[in-house]
């Protein structure tokens, strides 16, 4: 199964249409949306093209072929509008051999680590920033933002194929 992964979308009507665009393209069976999907946060800028119901819009037509884990930015009135759970503060899944704890990386993160076994992966969005790094006894991935990259990174989103982790710029 192919899984693509994105995160902090935060309204951008933009570049989530671009993200759906690759989606498709990738052929992914399931999208999996780490958090911070409607609302840009008071730390961001107003991301490109901010329209957060043109967000709604294009995320409900596929709403069963999302999985998501709430982001700091995403509230109970966010769930009101959207048709998938977005509430749920993380999620274990087990894909092509692996085992990985996927959050927003608010609340766990590597300074605050879940229960993680030897080899999981601890999968998170929120720092806006792309990484893959060996941590020792776990490794931590980041897909990065679909909106609002910082430190020079790119729009950018992930392709879990086959084991591996493939990043993609949109």
């Known amino acids: 199964m192919k899984l693509f992964i994105a995160s902090d979308i935060h309204g951008s009507a933009l570049w989530c249409r671009k993200m759906l665009a690759a989606f498709e393209q990738s052929g992914a069976e ?8 409607l609302y840009h946060g008071p730390r961001n800028d107003l991301p ?21 884990v709430r982001g700091n930015c995403d509230t109970e009135v966010d769930q009101m509008v959207l048709d998938f759970p977005i509430l749920a503060e993380y999620a274990y899944i087990c894909i092509d051999g692996l085992r990985i704890f996927a959050t ?17 992966i601890l999968l998170h969005g929120h720092t806006h920033i792309p990484v893959v790094k060996n941590c020792g006894s776990y490794t931590y ?11 020079g990174s790119a729009h950018s989103c992930i392709l879990l194929e086959r084991g591996k982790f493939n990043f993609i710029e949109l």
Request: charged share 25%; proline share 11%.
């Open 30 to 37: 399931k999208l999996l949306i780490l958090g911070d999907i």
């Open 48 to 68: 490109d093209e901010y329209d957060p119901k043109a967000v709604i819009s294009l995320l409900n037509p596929i709403k069963n072929r999302i999985l998501c």
């Open 104 to 120: 927003h990386g608010h609340k766990f993160n590597c300074e605050n680590l879940p229960p993680l076994s030897e080899g999981d």
């Open 141 to 151: 991935i980041n897909p990065g933002s679909v909106s609002i990259p910082k430190e």
